[in-house]
């Protein structure tokens, strides 16, 4: 709404009927002989300036036994009260019940009623029907009110050519002219403007204060705003006599003034001023607006006065002030707090029109932060706030895209499909997401017709070429055998197409997904896209997709870590990066590069916290921090490993037994314990169940030294493991040796090389490669034992099965097995 248009509204808020006015088809015969005074009485009050008054004074007229010509002239008053009172609504109610539209006077004040709501293409007919009688007393009223409905539908010059007589009628010159200047300065025609108000001669206190307005507007427009503001902010000091309407108009021109002259934080003080003394009032919507445009324009704006008003209880102040107060978070990119502030104001559940921008806001900051569920939910509350059409279709607009996004195709093309039958700005973006919706599901002969209707509403003629990429690309995400040759045609039949690199950067993903990898082919590929005038998707899609070509041929991680860096700085908004940081942090945690890798890992779960992936990046993260072995870095770890057990997800027990380690390099050896009775008693997988007996084994025999008891528990540690694990395996033989280390710290040679023999002893298995690490180490112990007793036959025996296991260490076993049978002339055999 322009400033101009403010100034002139005549609109106000609808209400409900008080009575119900059936009554008045009813009439009796009699007349009311004072029924004149009477309905003088009655309709007193609209003209003293209280309607509401008038209202129940001639409906308890209406009640009574009157004839009826005397009931239709109550009835016509009534009219003009509710009109009065603004509710224009029960006017029309009123008029459609009695047919009140047959007289020249009854006309004008239906549309006057028209006008009210908002329907001013209506109105105008009507309007300009009665102006045309000569004999219609109120004909100049109706002129200016025409004036007003052309002003309003943007007709301007019309508007003109309607006000011009009037000006020239005395009674009616300055009314006419405060208007007439006010479409010039619509117009931004300052000169008309100034020379129509340099022409007023005669003005009462309210005309002298609109002439005043007026002339801060013409200064402004005049790009004189201190002159404009010596105008403008008199009236807010000194009210009497001015209006609702101009207050507000004079308040945003006050701001636009200030933002002229780069003092906005003066400027904040007048509409911040007003709006706490006003905290109900109808324009606050408009004024917090025009005060974020100043907030917006200072450095560090003051936030007192919205913090403030976020505090208490006053709708729709309360409301716009968490909303404008996260706009100003938004900005200085505190997104938490907006959002905070934004999600307070949903679940106020204030449900005002006027505050479903806000809603809008949140669901546009759920969208960005990926939080796609959320912005479903926040579309569909928003119904209950019964938005402005503009709000409900992009909230509604935004759930579509959404769900798309989630892979929810159907319910989006129905989205789409609906919003794309209502004429708007986002039919023709909504018939054409709809035709790809029906190409994810699989539909063509859907695709075909909404493409058609796209078409009939004004599609462009390159849409049919970005479908027809677009049905290429789809049924290549879906692994469609025919993918690469509608590819392919695409390319060939639009050679010159500026969408063509996408397509050959599809085909060269095509390739890298093939088994095998056809790695030379996609890098062929991706060269012809980088020559081809690649659009911004494309670059970004080859950019992605050479990462995971070096990923998968690169020696090192060098260049995988250098390519992941420039994604992530070039493109700071694709819908990859938590992927292409994924893959950075792993880079680097595979070089064993841990202070990087804890740094990316983090980073990823900050800016990612919806995402699947994020269990494992703060599970990676801790494995980073204890990585760097720094005291300061395993209190992080314990953090993030606590972090992921209560996501209750695949890692929990797994970040539990990582706990339980840390704990254990720290000296705590019975908060260990308790981590690993955790996950002894939960429902952990075998795996991590092994883990942690193991571990629980490890402290007992640690804790040995100072107490011998503990070899026992122990014991029966490792007991539990060998009876859970694979014969032969790594838990196995690990549990085994370690057993027998037991038992050798408890004087039990014998029983210690039985258990290290066991490890010997166990069948070679035929599905799975040995197990060699303990196994040696178990071999080594058990000849070393043997050894120490003069057993030298039987040591040599040990020795031979360690040379014939072929291991990493056979040559060390037979490097030991000759040295024996030289010393003790062991060549029988």
């Known amino acids: 709404m322009s400033i101009g248009t403010l100034v002139s509204s005549r609109g106000g808020r609808c209400r409900k009927p008080l009575v119900l006015i059936a009554a008045l088809i009813a009439s009796a015969p009699a007349v009311r002989a004072d029924f004149a005074k009477d309905l ?44 009065a009172a603004k509710r224009p609504a029960e006017a029309l109610e009123l008029i459609a019940q009695q047919n009140l539209s047959q007289s020249a006077p009854e006309r004008f004040w239906r549309a006057q009623a028209l006008a009210a709501s908002g329907r001013p293409n209506e109105a105008l007919p009507i309007y300009e029907q009665v102006a045309a009688d000569p004999n219609f007393p109120m004909r100049s009223e109706a002129v200016l009110a025409a004036a007003d409905m052309l002003r309003e539908s943007g007709r301007l010059d019309e508007a003109v050519t309607r006000l011009t007589p009037l000006v020239r009628n005395k009674e009616w010159k300055t009314r006419a002219s405060l208007r007439l200047a ?15 108000l340099q022409g007023i001669d005669d003005e009462n206190t309210a005309e002298r204060k609109q002439h005043r307005f007026l002339r801060g507007r013409l200064e402004l427009v005049q790009h004189h705003p201190d002159r404009a503001l010596g105008y403008l902010e008199p009236l807010t000091k000194r009210p009497r006599d001015v209006s609702h309407p101009l207050m507000v108009a004079a308040l945003c021109l006050i701001g636009d003034a200030h933002l002229q002259l780069k003092t906005a934080e003066t400027g904040d003080d007048f509409l911040e001023d007003f709006i706490d003394r006003h905290p109900g009032d109808a324009a606050l919507p408009l004024l917090f607006a025009k005060l974020d445009e100043l907030y917006r324009a200072e450095k560090k704006p003051v936030r007192v006065e919205l913090e403030r008003w976020t505090r208490e209880s006053e709708q729709p102040r309360r409301g716009l002030a968490q909303w404008y107060l996260a706009r100003i978070e938004l900005r200085a990119g505190r997104n938490d707090h907006a959002r905070q502030l934004l999600s307070d104001l949903r679940t106020s559940r204030a449900n005002r029109t006027d505050l479903a921008g806000g809603l809008l806001e949140l669901a546009e900051l759920e969208m960005r932060s990926n939080n796609l569920t959320d912005v479903v939910a926040i579309a569909e509350e928003a119904k209950a706030w019964q938005p402005e059409i503009d709000v409900a279709r992009r909230i509604e607009f935004l759930a579509a895209r959404a769900e798309y996004a989630s892979g929810r195709f159907a319910g989006a093309t129905t989205r789409f499909e609906k919003m794309g039958r209502t004429p708007s700005i986002f039919s023709p ?3 054409y997401n709809a035709s790809l919706g029906w190409l994810q599901i699989g539909d063509r002969q859907q695709f ?19 479908l027809r990429l677009q049905e290429a690309l789809v049924r290549a995400r879906q692994q469609q055998p025919d993918a690469i040759e509608t590819l392919r045609k695409f390319v060939d039949a639009f050679p010159q197409n500026p969408r063509v690199s996408e397509a050959l950067v599809a085909l060269a993903e095509i390739a890298f997904h ?17 020559e081809s005038h690649p659009t911004t998707v494309a670059q970004e899609r080859a950019q992605y997709l050479t990462i995971w070509i070096e990923d998968a041929t690169a020696a090192n991680s060098d260049r995988v870590i250098q390519l992941s860096k420039q994604f992530l700085n070039e493109q700071p908004h694709s819908t990859s990066l938590g992927e292409v940081r994924m893959k950075l942090a792993e880079a680097y945690y595979s070089r064993q590069d841990f202070s990087n890798a804890q740094t990316e890992f983090e980073l990823f779960a900050q800016q990612n916290p919806g995402s699947p992936l994020l269990e494992k990046a703060l599970f990676f993260a801790g494995e980073s921090a204890m990585g760097s072995m720094a005291p300061h870095t395993l209190d992080r770890a314990i953090t993030l490993f606590a972090q992921v057990a209560q996501m209750n997800g695949d890692l929990r027990w797994a970040a539990r037994n990582e706990q339980a380690l840390i704990e254990r390099k720290l000296g705590k050896p019975e908060d260990a314990l308790l981590l690993y009775d955790e996950v002894l008693k939960s429902g952990a997988r075998p795996a991590e169940k092994r883990e942690a007996l193991c571990g629980k084994g490890d402290i007992y025999l640690e804790l040995s030294t100072g107490d011998p008891k503990n070899y026992e528990r ?41 258990t290290f023999f066991q490890v010997l002893d166990t069948p070679a298995r035929t599905d799975r490669p040995p197990e060699l690490f303990w196994y040696y180490k178990a071999g080594f112990n058990a000849a070393r034992l043997l050894e120490s007793g003069a057993h030298w036959d039987s040591a040599a025996k040990v020795y031979q099965k360690l040379v014939a296991a072929g291991g990493s260490r056979s040559e060390e076993a037979r490097a030991r097995l000759t040295q024996l049978r030289l010393e003790h002339f062991l060549w029988s055999d």
């Open 40 to 83: 003088s009485d009655a309709a007193g009050p609209i003209n003293e300036g209280v309607p509401e008054v008038a209202i129940v004074r001639l409906n308890t007229l209406l009640k009574t036994t009157l004839a009826p010509a005397q009931r239709r002239e109550a009835a016509d008053k009534l009219v003009e009260a509710f009109v």
């Open 182 to 196: 006010s479409l010039f300065l619509d117009k931004g025609d300052a000169h008309n403007a100034q020379r129509v």
């Open 429 to 431: 973006p909504a018939l």
């Open 448 to 466: 075909v017709a909404a493409y058609d209707q796209a078409q009939a509403q004004g599609a462009s003629p390159d849409d049919r070429a970005e």
């Open 514 to 530: 093939q088994n095998p990898p056809q790695i030379d082919q996609a890098r062929k590929l991706l060269a012809r896209a980088a």
């Open 714 to 754: 122990a014991i029966q540690a490792y007991d539990q493991l060998v009876a859970s694990a694979i014969e032969g395996g790594h838990w196995h033989n690990q549990a085994l040796f370690k057993k027998g280390i037991c038992l050798e710290k408890k004087a039990d040679a014998e029983g210690a090389l039985a």
